[in-house]
């Protein structure tokens, strides 16, 4: 598969120069203690003089990620819990692989925005804005080489509607940025929200709120 070199250029710039959002929190709580040595708002540093190339390179985006699964998509990481060197450095980037169909569904990432390229394939893309803005939806058809941005926290997706497979890979301007699929956290939450929230929240009938807690929902990262 080849990649366009003119858009990976576009996406390192952009990675470079656009995206240092840290510090803000890198997890979604820190409560204080007085121990330092169990958690911190990030990770603690490895030893300058023990750091070496290797901790500077990630390898995961080598292989296509595997996208036989419910939503026909699959998400790789390279976050610092996968890629070390990224600790202090406020950006992270992903590997989104997508089979003819699939969908990398409505998702928000709370601690960064996206900025994601198409290598390969066609994506129909887009985003909700904040109630304020009174729920706006932003939607565009991208194509090899196109460049589109999520900004944070918004609700965004991406689905291929192409007949063959799509790649794209994303820069966030987190180490850390988070990810919360909307339909997981809402209906799959452990413990499950009362069905009277939910009831009331969608305004549907409960035998519509318990079939959709009772389904598996299947997380592509």
Not at 28 to 33: G, K, Q, S, T
Not at 88 to 107: E, K, Q, V
Request: proline share 8%; aromatic share 12%; hydrophobic share 45%.
């Amino acid at each position: 598969m080849k990649f366009l070199p003119t858009s990976l250029l576009i996406l390192a710039l952009a990675t470079a120069t656009a995206f240092a959002f840290d510090p803000s929190p890198l997890q979604d709580f820190c409560v204080a203690i007085n121990d330092p040595e169990v958690f911190v708002n990030g990770k603690f540093c490895k030893d300058p003089k023990q750091v070496t190339a290797d901790d500077f390179l990630f390898k995961g985006f080598r292989y296509p990620g595997n996208t036989v699964n419910p939503l026909g998509s699959k998400v790789t990481p390279a976050f610092v819990d996968q890629f070390p060197g990224l600790n202090t450095l406020g950006i992270s980037m992903a590997r989104i692989d997508f089979a003819p169909g699939g969908l990398n569904p409505p998702h928000t990432h709370p601690r960064g925005t996206e900025i994601l390229v198409v290598a390969e394939g066609t994506l129909l893309v887009g985003f909700v804005t904040s109630n304020q803005l009174n729920n706006t939806f932003f939607t565009k058809v991208l194509y090899k080489g196109d460049v589109f941005v999520f900004p944070i926290g918004l609700i965004h997706f991406q689905l291929n509607i192409g007949k063959t497979p799509t790649l794209a890979f994303a820069a966030l301007s987190s180490q850390n940025p988070g990810v919360i699929t909307i339909a997981n956290a809402v209906f799959g939450s452990k413990p499950p929200i009362s069905a009277d929230v939910l009831t009331k929240a969608f305004q549907v009938d409960k035998k519509v709120v318990d079939y959709l807690q009772a389904q598996f929902w299947y997380d592509n990262n």
